[in-house]
């Protein structure tokens, strides 16, 4: 089902049917979407808690985009404070909630001033603040629409037939490059498809299907790598020396309070520490 087709009143039987069920499937879904003319995070705080407070569910947020955020009045004007207000409240907001809070933001151009436009931290727009708040940083790079650019600005045949070849290999494969990883190890990448037409993004590419639904031919789905399995890489060391340090922690604050620490010990231990070792 194409959306361009459903827009532009193009659509055929089988278009609104394929609506009429994708509409049934979506009904049942929990997912609110709340599409204000003007909003600001302050709006989108106090939202993301009425829905939080109402519900023991997990959930996830979504600002779709961080540019379209309206200011606070005492910010008006100044892009990195402004920036900064917001992206320290949606912190604020998925720790409040327990919940994750996804913000999307744009690019700037010169990503496409590069011969590698794989995006990288500086090229999100103002994004000091947004690297210093963020515990995740994923960008998106579909090699196609690159490729689609270098063939209409391609200078002799040779430039152009490698760029078609480029676009040909890349079609359906969006990159994920995950480059800030509070918790694991940034600097990975994990691939996924992507049917730009039908604007769907899934973990392997599916079996094609016919008009009706059936699988037009045997065969194993293309798959990609886990975005998760990429997020999660290294966090099992991480674990394994935090949960090292907190013993070692515990047993000295059990020292501590017997009073028996070694001399060479108590230089490890502040003054006022005891307490808030035993907390810890």
Do not use: W
Request: aromatic share 4%.
């Amino acid at each position: 089902l194409l959306y361009s087709n459903l827009v532009k009143l193009r659509a055929d039987q089988a278009d609104l049917q394929h609506a009429a069920e994708a509409a049934v499937a979506l009904k049942d879904l929990d997912i609110t979407i709340f599409d204000a003319e003007t909003v600001t995070i302050e709006h989108i705080g106090g939202v993301s808690r009425a829905r939080a407070a109402a519900t023991k569910k997990r959930k996830l947020f979504v600002v779709d985009h961080l540019g379209l955020i309206e200011p606070d009045h005492r910010y008006v004007g100044r892009k990195v404070d402004e920036l900064g207000q917001i992206t320290k409240r949606a912190k604020q907001i998925a720790k409040r909630t327990e919940s994750p809070v996804v913000l999307l933001c744009q690019l700037s151009r010169k990503v496409e001033e590069r011969p590698d436009r794989r995006p990288i931290l500086s090229d999100l727009r103002d994004s000091g603040a947004i690297e210093q708040d963020a515990d995740v940083v994923l960008t998106l790079y579909r090699g196609a629409y690159y490729a689609e650019m270098d063939v209409r600005q391609a200078k002799s045949s040779d430039a152009r037939d490698k760029a078609l070849a480029e676009q040909a290999a890349t079609v359906d494969k969006l990159e994920i490059g995950v480059e800030k990883n509070r918790a694991g190890v940034a600097g990975k990448s994990a691939h996924v498809f992507i049917d730009i037409k039908h604007s769907a993004v899934r973990d392997e590419k599916p079996m094609p299907r016919d008009n009706r639904g059936q699988l037009r031919s045997e065969g194993e789905a293309q798959g990609g790598s886990d975005l998760f399995e990429v997020l999660l890489a290294g966090r099992e060391e991480r674990r394994v020396v935090r949960d090292g340090l907190a013993e070692e922690l515990a047993r000295l604050a059990q020292l501590v309070r017997q009073d028996a620490l070694l001399p060479e010990e108590r230089d490890l231990v502040v003054p006022s520490g005891p307490q808030r070792l035993a907390g810890d």
